[in-house]
């Protein structure tokens, strides 16, 4: 891909500014599709630029996410020297080098296609994301409702094992019966669409009383909470951060 010169952007402009900047960027350079291109980790990476801090971790980072979002390496290596183009910075060749070992790493590790996960028969993050996604994008945001779980995991144990991710996929799975509802469950936090009927909601209340006396009140008390779908891409990438336990930075003014 040839990438296209343009006017650096002074970092000071905040945020916000350089993220779009970037974005606009890179399609300019190359990138496919408009609606993959927000994802925490690009936050992140523009984070490290502005506080003038290493590149190393936020670049592997970014390289994981879009390798485990389906995106070729090489768009994967040209979005990020989009990034540096609008900074009006050279090109760090230890991010590069970063973001390419990130790619590498993650697709060894991840099943991008897949569906299902297999430690709890719930759905994978990905696969959340990109149902959360079309939801925005096929009128359906109106229409379904956004829950969270979160538990305190009283034991540390509890948030790597095994027996009781799969048991908390089997109460899902008996508790959620609506034909789209879909849950993925991660380190003690519950995230599901449902629609907002009441009998969808008399679900999660079911499922949520269960979790709470799983092994004896194990996972400890639960904190309920529900929002609406995410309508802007920034909402729905700081949602995604919040899945992916990445610090999101506040927005500069």
Known sequence: ???????????????????ARWRD?????????????????????????????????????????????GVGIGETMADLRSLFVVAGMPVDHSALQEIAVGWVEAG?????????????????????????????????????????????????????????SAEVGRICAQEFTGESALQVYRHGRLDFLIQGSTR??????????RLETLRNGALGPCEFRYRPVPSTDAEAMRFVAQLKRIPVMRESR
């Open 1 to 19: 891909m040839n990438i296209q010169a343009m006017a650096s952007v002074p970092v000071v402009d905040g945020i916000g500014r350089l993220l």
């Open 25 to 69: 960027q890179s399609l300019r350079d190359g990138w496919l599709y408009v609606r993959d291109w927000f994802v925490p980790e690009v936050e992140e990476m523009a984070s490290s630029l502005i506080d003038g801090v290493s590149f190393g971790r936020a670049a592997h980072h970014l390289g994981a996410s879009r390798s485990f979002h």
């Open 108 to 164: 060894e590790d991840h099943q991008p296609s897949s569906c299902t996960d297999v430690r709890t028969g719930l759905a994978t993050t990905a696969h959340f994301e990109r149902v959360l996604q079309d939801s925005r994008t096929a009128n359906g945001a109106g229409k379904l409702v956004l829950g969270t779980m979160l538990f305190p995991l009283m034991e540390k144990w509890l948030k790597v094992s095994w027996a009781v």
């Open 200 to 209: 969808d909601l008399a679900d999660a209340l079911r499922c949520k009383e």
